[in-house]
């Protein structure tokens, strides 16, 4: 990968593909090999630019607490960094909570939004301190923990379960603890979302054990002009359960 230095972190990134500019944001506590299986069936529609969020696989983050917005602007030093002032933006779960936050800091750079099994809302009460147990259990006992509870709510799939768990248990600490913390502390952005007006795609899964469908078709009752991709039978990793519907659905940016 490429490495530059922005906003006190190393970022790595690759580009490839011709076409259109689109960044694809990797969940958590994944990187961007998630995406390894869709950006093949993408790279002759867009100029594509994948990234290590802060802290995950070869970028590295910093110990105060940081939020989505940090994380925003990481993408913005990113898009300077390769001379790009426009940019479709795809999410996976987490990864659609930092694009998100950087439709609201940056509208005027996105040419669209596609958000994969993810969500505007904020966490719940009981979702916010269940995330700072995790933060505890990860000081306490490593990130183990975290690889061992999500890899069955991730996908049912034994072949996803076994590319997924040992990415996660790759992940340091650091990184974990960051990015939880910045999920508990984000914002609500379902009325942000109301006043966009570049094209917005959603693709989840029907049976997606860690963000219900119930939040992109919430999503879709806002915008009614978004495109909803259902998936059926596929769990929260599209990328790799269904990547030809994923590709498809993506494609809607193209532009
Ligand atoms: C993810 O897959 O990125 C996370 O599960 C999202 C979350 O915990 O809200």
Do not use: C
């Amino acid at each position: 990968m490429e490495k530059f230095q922005v906003n006190n972190i190393t970022l790595a990134y690759e580009r490839f593909g011709r076409g259109a500019p689109l960044m694809l944001i990797h969940g958590f506590p994944l990187d961007h090999t998630s995406w390894s299986e869709t950006t093949p069936l993408l790279k002759n529609d867009f100029d594509i630019i994948l990234l290590d969020l802060r802290g995950f696989g070869q970028s590295t983050t910093i110990e105060i607490p940081y939020t989505m917005s940090d994380m925003a602007d990481d993408l913005a030093g990113l898009l300077d960094h390769l001379e790009i002032e426009k940019v479709a933006l795809a999410g996976h779960s987490m990864g659609g909570y930092v694009a998100l936050a950087f439709t609201r800091k940056y509208p005027q750079r996105v040419s669209g939004l596609g958000l994969i099994s993810s969500q505007a809302a904020a966490d719940s009460s009981e979702r916010k301190s269940g995330r700072y147990q995790t933060i505890r259990d990860v000081t306490q006992k490593g990130v183990g923990v975290v690889a061992e509870a999500m890899t069955p709510k991730l996908s049912a799939d034994v072949r996803v379960q076994a590319f997924v768990r040992p990415l996660m248990e790759r992940q340091p600490p650091s990184a974990v603890i960051g990015a939880l913390k910045a999920m508990a502390e984000r914002e609500d952005l379902m009325s942000h979302l109301s006043t966009v007006s570049f094209p917005v795609t959603l693709i989840h899964g029907s049976v997606d054990m860690l963000i219900p469908i119930e939040r992109a078709k919430e999503i879709k009752a806002v915008i009614p002009s978004a495109g909803l991709v259902e998936l059926q039978g596929v769990g929260h990793m599209p990328m790799m359960e269904a990547s030809r519907q994923t590709a498809d659905g993506l494609r809607l940016l193209a532009g």
